[in-house]
């Protein structure tokens, strides 16, 4: 009988003694490497199989409809499917099904019928509130398998110039822009391509610092709607603005646009960058004009900001761009005419985090003019999806390397999805390079293009813009587009000093 007790009692003390010493070994190794076990696993990825986009511009109700571009890598393999369907409900026809990887689709989106009043939307109960309004219309991508790799989406205006890029749903974006003085119409459009609501913030700064008596928080976002906000009201006076836009609940696709005269189509601010203390603003032309920089300062600690131009001649601060303070919580506008007729990128360096975008002039009727913005340098590779050139428009890649040299592809696409010759290109350390693109000519969706550009192995952080133009001397700018990273794979998550232990 002893025996027997003392085995019952020795046996859970054995388990405790094992359970300790492997715990304990666990915390051990998160200090000390123990062989491969506890050195941190290489970084994996996957291949990407399913990405959604959405077009707040085409089919929305009121508008002149507009269209949509959509194309992939070429030389993706295997089944898949890229799915264009209006935003609404579930169970809405598709207006498209597409299947061939490489071919670039357009396809006009017509206007749909005017929303009615919808219950639930906060209106504006005093003169400080902003309404909040529900409208019909955008444009929802969902692709998936060899359609979803390397996937661009575009929208592009009836006069067939690509206004801004069609976004993946997000928590957070920025934006950052001319105010109201040069604005008369300001819209904020919130897309939810979700199956459940999400809860919206909007935090507004302008040039006189933090908006203050605005109640722009919780705006609910019914699933698979849009809502817009007119800003102009509260925005009044202001000549530059930033916008926070975050979710509490949920995810959205947010876009801004701005319209100088009640006839025009005006102009879609890209988004920008979350806010960093170094960002790179890519894609400025050779056009001739003074360059508007639009920079937002988010938090209460004063930015000292310096700026450097990355140029076809190489990196120096342009006049005006140095020794410049900026109150927290603001945005400010700074006007750098130096920079007029010279292709570059913009390097801002900050001592806290900032976000930006810039301007010149150029646009359809009723811009305020053409934008780019504080942007990531590419991974992978950055695909364009609508270009043209001939018939009175030209198309340019703005390719900088604001750190060490690049080495970088070129390829274009023909609308039919066959490859052009890749073209190597480098771009010195420091400097920019201006390529063009579609010398064969051509005009009208027909002869559209895509375009693919690849950093290659061993190169520095590579940024890019696209820029479309009338021909010739003095051409004005129609539109300009950072390129974004069109990825094929999305990274898996490390792994590290994992232990499974088994105690029979």
Avoid at 222 to 248: D, K, M, N, W
Avoid at 258 to 265: L, R
Wanted: aromatic share 4%; with cysteine; hydrophobic share 40%.
């Amino acid at each position: 009988m002893k025996g027997l007790s003392a085995n019952r009692i020795l046996a859970p003390l054995l388990v405790v003694i094992a359970l300790g010493a492997v715990y304990g070994l666990a915390s051990f190794g998160s200090f000390t490497k123990l062989g491969a076990s506890g050195q941190v696993a290489p970084p994996r990825s996957t291949a990407a199989t399913s990405v959604l986009r959405a077009c707040p511009l085409p089919g929305m109700a009121g508008s002149g409809g507009g269209n949509v571009a959509l194309v992939t890598l070429p030389a993706t393999a295997g089944p898949g499917q890229a799915q264009v369907t209006r935003l609404g409900v579930n169970g809405t026809p598709a207006l498209n099904n597409l299947t061939h990887p490489g071919q670039l689709w357009v396809s006009p989106v017509r206007p749909a019928k005017a929303a009615g009043t919808a219950a639930g939307l906060r209106t504006p109960g005093n003169a400080n509130a902003i309404a909040t309004v529900p409208t019909q219309g955008g444009v929802v991508v969902q692709a998936s398998g060899s359609m979803a790799r390397g996937l661009e989406v575009e929208q592009i205006t009836n006069a067939g110039v690509p206004s801004t890029r069609c976004e993946s749903p997000e928590t957070d974006f920025w934006f950052a822009g001319p105010g109201q003085h040069s604005a008369a119409r300001i819209q904020l459009f919130l897309m939810n391509v979700a199956s459940q609501a999400a809860d919206v913030n909007v935090e507004i700064a302008t040039d006189a610092g933090p908006l203050q008596g605005s109640t722009d928080t919780g705006i609910s976002v019914a699933p698979h709607s849009t809502v817009v906000q007119a800003l102009a009201g509260v925005l009044h006076g202001s000549r530059v603005i930033s916008l926070h836009v975050r979710t509490s609940v949920g995810q959205v696709v947010a876009g801004v646009e701005e319209v100088t005269s009640a006839g025009g189509s005006g102009a879609w601010l890209p988004a920008a960058q979350e806010p960093a203390t170094q960002v790179v603003l890519p894609g400025l032309p050779a056009a001739a004009g003074t360059r508007q920089l639009f920079v937002a300062v988010p938090g209460i600690r004063d930015a000292h900001i310096k700026l450097t131009a990355v140029t076809t001649r190489g990196s120096y601060p342009p006049a005006g761009g140095s020794g410049l303070d900026i109150p927290g919580g603001s945005a400010v506008e700074i006007s750098l005419p130096s920079m007029s007729g010279i292709p570059a990128a913009l390097k801002l360096s900050s001592n806290v985090p900032v976000t930006a975008s810039a301007m010149l002039n150029g646009g359809p009727t009723g811009a305020p003019g053409v934008f780019t913005a504080a942007s990531l340098p590419l991974e992978e590779q950055g695909v364009v999806a609508y270009n043209k050139a001939g018939g009175g428009t030209s198309s340019e890649l703005v390719l900088s390397a604001p750190g060490p040299a690049v080495k970088a592809s070129i390829t274009e696409i023909a609308g039919s999805g066959a490859a052009g010759t890749p073209q190597i290109v480098d771009i010195q350390a420091g400097h920019s390079l201006v390529e063009q693109l579609g010398k064969g000519g051509g005009s009208g969706h027909k002869s559209a293009f895509s375009v693919l550009v690849t950093p290659l192995a061993g190169s520095g952080p590579l940024y890019a813009g696209r820029v479309v133009a009338s021909s010739g001397t003095g051409g004005v700018v129609q539109s300009l587009l950072p390129v974004a990273s069109a990825l094929t794979t999305v990274p898996l998550p490390r792994v590290q000093n994992t232990f499974i232990t088994t105690v029979p």
